[in-house]
């Protein structure tokens, strides 16, 4: 080969890589693209709740005093009116016993009075009105004696005493008779004497009763907190009740998803040691009040009959609630959604071998997927994941993308991958 014929091959060797450079750095970049499609899509919420039933009491002594006998333990059903716990009472009975007494003492001086009271009030009334009438009868003698000069003044002035002193003495049996009449004052202050010695009755055997303590009503004994020899303190709680009643279930949800929540929405549920035991439950209630400290509304939950035998109080467990439902939806994946709060929702699609922004209206998302309404038709291609900007060239690359996905996502353990207040 000659030196030129040589020459020209290495030219265009370079020419050739040049060529291929330059291809290499201006081919349009790989992006991957998904076909729109209509599907089925679901928006569930997921949660942690707790089994609680409708009432739950604490049970505390209004007493101070020692703890004699405690007749329940933890688990126990026990019904309205049973004993649960006995605290030493010898003082309280002494006192009751005492105020017994007062009471029948004053019950007995009252009933004297409207009896043997009255009567002997009567009679010396009787016998006063008689020494007055003598003594009246006197005056009137000794005047005629003293006006014809038989007596003297001086006699006739002690008559008059006397008279007087009659006068007084029938004047005090009278007001003695008055007060023991019905309306009288010291019938009115046996009566009140009476009523003061029945309050103080009624109090001892009030405190008396306080020393046992009763079920309010039908429940079972959560905790036991209390044992025969202690010494307790009116606030301290004993023992924990749960009231008999339907059992609930109590969540905490952040107040982020308040809007996707309306009572009587359906859930499933699922306790992490019963995987294969699912049941129902419903939306009962949601709480008016959010909780300033944790950011989350109060949500309870019914259970349709048969409840699950294995629940227990204050067991976890995993709400998953449907919130929304489309049958029918133009469905791209939620990464497909690209823009802002200035520039709207829009997705990207490739025209002429160029990216695109289009506009969309979206309307139910999840995590995964998001319903189209308007911008879009069933089989546009949108991009996904990483692409050029608007303008920029691209091509889809030749591997499948990813599929859409819709509804409730995976089926892995739900009570390991839901978590509080995770909107889908």
């Known amino acids: 080969m000659s030196r030129r014929s040589a020459l020209a091959l290495v030219v265009l060797a370079a020419a050739l890589l040049v060529a291929i450079a330059t291809w290499w750095a201006t081919r349009a970049p790989v992006v991957q693209a998904v076909s729109v499609s209509t599907a089925p ?3 569930t919420l997921q949660f942690s709740a707790r089994v609680a039933t409708a009432s739950r009491v604490e049970l505390g002594s209004t007493l101070t005093g020692r ?3 405690v007749a329940v333990a933890e688990g126990d059903l026990v019904k309205a009116g049973d004993v649960l716990v006995r605290l030493e009472s010898d003082e309280l009975r002494a006192t009751w016993a005492q105020s017994q007494a007062s009471e029948r003492q004053a019950a007995a001086r009252l009933a004297g009075l409207r009896s043997t009271g009255r009567s002997a009030a009567q009679a010396a009334v009787a016998q006063a009105e008689a020494v007055r009438v003598a003594a009246q009868a006197d005056l009137q003698r000794t005047q005629d004696l003293v006006a014809r000069g038989f007596l003297s003044e001086a006699r006739l002035d002690e008559v008059r005493r006397a008279l007087a002193v009659a006068q007084a003495q029938l004047d005090a049996a009278r007001a003695q008779s008055a007060a023991i009449a019905e309306p009288g004052t010291d019938v009115a202050q046996a009566q009140a004497q009476l009523a003061l010695a029945s309050a103080a009755r009624a109090a001892a055997e009030a405190r008396l009763a306080e020393a046992v303590l009763t079920a309010p009503a039908d429940a079972r004994v959560l905790s036991r907190l209390v044992e025969p020899g202690q010494i307790v303190q009116p606030g301290r709680a004993l023992l924990g009740l749960a009231l008999a009643g339907p059992l609930q279930l109590v969540a905490q949800v952040d107040e982020r998803y308040l809007e996707q929540l309306q009572t009587g929405q359906t859930a499933r549920v ?9 049941f129902t439950a419903r939306v009962l209630s949601i709480a008016p009040l959010v909780d300033a400290q944790r950011g989350a509304i109060e949500v309870k939950f019914s259970l349709p009959p048969p409840t699950p035998a294995f629940l227990r109080e204050d067991m976890t467990l995993s709400v998953e609630v449907e919130t929304a439902r489309r049958e029918q939806a133009l469905v791209v994946p939620a990464e ?9 929702d829009s997705v990207w699609i490739l025209r002429d071998g160029r990216v695109e922004a289009r506009p969309v209206r979206p309307g139910l998302r999840t995590l995964d997927a998001a319903e189209i309404l308007d911008g879009l038709r069933e089989g546009d291609q949108v991009l996904i994941g990483a692409a050029p900007l608007p303008g920029q060239r691209a091509r889809v690359g030749s591997g499948a993308a990813p599929p859409t996905r819709v509804g409730k996502g995976t089926q892995e353990d739900a009570g390991a991958a839901m978590t509080n207040a995770m909107g889908r």
């Open 270 to 278: 699922l306790a992490d040691a019963f995987p294969t035991q699912r």
């Open 336 to 344: 497909a959604l690209r823009g802002d709060e200035w520039t709207g």
């Open 41 to 43: 899509l679901v928006r």
């Open 67 to 69: 703890v004699l006998a």
